[in-house]
């Protein structure tokens, strides 16, 4: 699909950026074809991003997105595929924002706190228990992962501001790591997704942006988000298995943007590994992920308006696979591609390729 022929830019809508799960390099036919997970929520000219996987700062140069317009960058959670060129848009975006003298405000980063504990070491641990990386700090949240992001290119950084006078990106990405409210039963082990309320977690004069913990362990926290415009919603869903919070956020949204995993198409990728290693795998992928049959049935739990799935699990997969969702979800179902354009505000939610459709405030 691309943009509708109806399509009105002042209508909210979302671009697909990047539309691939996985922290991998996918092979096979397919390969390539997919960038890291990323997404655009445009309102009125000003850019929402979801999450900077793989390739999102060449994707917005593609969508015809600038960086200036971007006010704020949602991270679900700090799985690598979903952050792996926040340091790309990090450095490069701060040079680019730097040439362009009329931008007021910061980025602001909106994500996890540090998550306060390393998790549980595998049951399936052969001798002495692992050794974590990140020193004192081994599971920072975005204000530790962006300070970190300076330090690793201070060496660039350093040249650049003192032979052309550009400033630190500390300057112009601001981090508000969100805060889980006080009563919750959360822990990041034992418990990191508790039945919520969802929490606001952003507010500009164009969105409110409202959050749940998601189920994806052992990640934790992991959010979904909602974004509110005056003209429709969309939900964003991060990386979950099928989860109440989700359907609670999700609640009569406009469109909801789901992960979707292909369980079998993942099984055949183990075949010759150890018989005890696939099965830890692929309990994890059950418990951690969403199959599109699933996703479908949140979606129609929620009263969704439109699904989409995006976060292909593996990204090479048949589109027919994804098309599971129909059997559990009758509403408008698209599979976008990378650079998709999808309204989610009135008018009413189109394609241009018919054959696709179906086809707490938390303290900032
Ligand atoms: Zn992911
Ligand atoms: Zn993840």
Same mark, same amino acid.
């Given at each position: 699909?691309?943009?509708?022929?109806?399509?009105?830019?002042?209508?909210?809508?979302?671009v697909?950026l990047?539309?691939?799960?996985?922290?991998?390099?996918?092979?096979?036919?397919?390969?390539?074809?997919?960038?890291?997970?990323?997404?655009a929520?445009v309102?009125?000219g000003k850019v929402y991003l979801?999450?900077?996987?793989?390739?999102v700062g060449t994707k917005l140069v593609l969508a015809g997105l600038d960086i200036a317009d971007v006010r704020?960058?949602?991270?679900?959670?700090?799985?690598?595929?979903?952050?792996?060129?926040?340091?790309?848009l990090?450095?490069w975006g701060?040079l680019a924002l730097?040439a362009q003298?009329e931008r007021?405000?910061?980025i602001?980063?909106?994500?996890?706190?540090?998550?306060?504990?390393?998790?549980?070491?595998?049951?399936?641990?052969?001798?002495?228990?692992?050794?974590?990386?990140?020193?004192?700090?081994?599971?920072?949240?975005?204000?530790?992962?962006?300070?970190?992001?300076?330090?690793?290119?201070?060496?660039?950084?350093?040249?650049?501001?003192?032979?052309?006078?550009?400033?630190?990106?500390?300057?112009?990405?601001?981090?508000?790591?969100?805060?889980?409210?006080?009563?919750?039963?959360?822990?990041?082990?034992?418990?990191?997704?508790?039945?919520?309320?969802?929490?606001?977690?952003?507010?500009?004069?164009?969105?409110?942006?409202?959050?749940?913990?998601?189920?994806?362990?052992?990640?934790?926290?992991?959010?979904?988000?909602?974004?509110?415009?005056?003209?429709?919603?969309?939900?964003?869903?991060?990386?979950?298995?099928?989860?109440?919070?989700?359907?609670?956020?999700?609640?009569?949204?406009?469109?909801?943007?789901?992960?979707?995993?292909?369980?079998?198409?993942?099984?055949?990728?183990?075949?010759?590994?150890?018989? &005890?290693?696939?099965? #830890?795998?692929?309990? @994890? %992928?059950?418990?951690?992920? $969403?199959?599109?049959?699933?996703?479908?049935?949140? !979606?129609?739990? &929620?009263?969704?308006? #439109?699904?989409?799935? @995006? %976060?292909?699990?593996?990204? $090479?997969?048949?589109?027919?696979?994804?098309?599971? !969702?129909?059997?559990?979800?009758?509403?408008?179902?698209?599979?976008?591609?990378?650079?998709?354009?999808?309204?989610?505000?009135?008018?009413?939610?189109?394609?241009?390729?018919?054959?696709?459709?179906?086809?707490?405030?938390?303290?900032?």
């Amino acid at each position: 699909m691309s943009i509708p022929p109806t399509f009105d830019p002042s209508v909210p809508h979302v671009v697909t950026l990047g539309t691939a799960g996985g922290p991998r390099w996918w092979q096979g036919p397919a390969a390539g074809r997919r960038s890291g997970i990323a997404t655009a929520v445009v309102v009125e000219g000003k850019v929402y991003l979801v999450d900077c996987g793989e390739g999102v700062g060449t994707k917005l140069v593609l969508a015809g997105l600038d960086i200036a317009d971007v006010r704020s960058i949602f991270i679900t959670h700090l799985h690598s595929d979903h952050t792996i060129d926040l340091p790309n848009l990090v450095v490069w975006g701060t040079l680019a924002l730097a040439a362009q003298r009329e931008r007021q405000a910061p980025i602001q980063l909106v994500g996890p706190g540090d998550r306060g504990m390393l998790p549980p070491v595998s049951a399936h641990v052969k001798g002495i228990a692992p050794t974590p990386v990140g020193g004192s700090a081994p599971t920072p949240g975005v204000r530790g992962t962006l300070e970190r992001i300076v330090d690793a290119y201070a060496t660039d950084l350093n040249d650049r501001i003192f032979d052309t006078l550009r400033p630190s990106p500390l300057e112009w990405f601001q981090p508000r790591e969100i805060v889980i409210p006080d009563g919750l039963d959360y822990h990041p082990n034992d418990n990191p997704s508790p039945d919520m309320a969802p929490i606001e977690v952003y507010r500009d004069d164009l969105v409110t942006v409202t959050a749940v913990l998601v189920q994806h362990q052992p990640m934790a926290p992991a959010f979904a988000f909602r974004f509110e415009t005056a003209q429709g919603s969309v939900t964003i869903s991060g990386d979950t298995a099928p989860c109440d919070n989700l359907v609670r956020l999700a609640r009569g949204t406009d469109l909801l943007l789901h992960e979707a995993i292909d369980l079998t198409g993942i099984a055949d990728r183990y075949q010759g590994e150890d018989p &005890a290693a696939v099965e #830890a795998g692929m309990e @994890h %992928h059950r418990k951690a992920h $969403t199959t599109p049959e699933q996703a479908g049935t949140v !979606a129609a739990s &929620a009263g969704a308006r #439109a699904l989409a799935l @995006h %976060h292909l699990v593996p990204s $090479t997969a048949s589109p027919d696979v994804w098309n599971g !969702a129909r059997k559990t979800f009758d509403g408008q179902f698209l599979v976008p591609f990378d650079l998709d354009t999808i309204p989610f505000g009135d008018p009413r939610i189109e394609s241009s390729q018919p054959g696709e459709l179906a086809t707490a405030t938390s303290s900032l």
